[in-house]
T-cell receptor, first 108, second 114 residues
């Protein structure tokens, strides 16, 4: 069963515009949710996790249990934000489930 | 640099062959995960080891196997290779602090099956 869905494979926004990368999940328990980012020719790295309620590089993500969503948002996109973004869900102590990823392009 | 290392960086081989990919986790991390990243399927979880024992299995084919050694490094063995096995293979190690578990990814091994 698909646990993490990222409906947009590709997303393009202009520099300075708001950006939202969508992530929906299906899980009956209390999941841990993450966003990972992969810049060109680099390894995946953790961007943020819901439990920390942090803002990294201007990105935030709020866990909405009612809508089972964990969308990633940034009010003003920058060119350096162009990358592949993966939403991930973790069952406590066990495997991680990744979405298929969204490729974000920020147009100058 | 996450501290997770993978070798080799690139691997080119032929169909029907067998290869071994190696992963060294960050110092202190007990869990190792293997993932396959292909263009059309995104990041697919293959298998997880924790302190030498298999903990969880994902979409891993029977032709693939893995193990984690006492020094905690891990190897992923891919046999009877097919063209469709061409992909980027990542390993990640994880650290858990309280409720928080964070995965740190290696640079990946790019496998090309000709």
């Amino acid at each position: 069963a698909q646990r993490v869905t990222q409906p947009e494979k590709l997303l393009s926004v202009f520099k300075g515009a708001p950006v939202e990368l969508k992530c929906n999940y299906s899980y009956s328990g209390s999941p841990e949710l993450f966003w990972y980012v992969q810049y060109s020719r680099q390894r995946l790295q953790l961007l943020l996790r819901h439990i920390s309620r942090e803002s990294i590089k201007g990105f935030t993500a709020d866990l909405n249990k009612g809508e089972t969503s964990f969308h990633l948002k940034k009010p003003f996109a920058q060119e350096e934000d162009s990358a592949m973004y993966y939403c991930a869900l973790s069952r406590t102590g066990n495997q991680f489930y990744f979405g298929t990823g969204t490729s974000l392009t920020v147009i100058p | 640099d996450s501290g997770v290392t993978q070798t080799p960086k690139h691997l080119i081989t032929a169909t029907g062959q067998r290869v071994t990919l190696r992963c060294s986790p960050r110092s202190g991390d007990l869990s190792v995960y293997w993932y396959q990243q292909s263009l059309d399927q995104g990041l697919q979880f293959l298998i997880q080891y924790y302190n030498g024992e298999e903990r969880a299995k994902g979409n891993i084919l029977e032709r693939f196997s893995a193990q984690q050694f006492p020094d905690l490094h891990s190897e992923l063995n891919l046999s009877s290779l097919e063209l469709g096995d061409s992909a980027l293979y990542f390993c990640a190690s994880s650290f858990r602090a309280g409720r928080q578990e964070t995965q740190y990814f290696g640079p990946g091994t790019r496998l090309l099956v000709l």
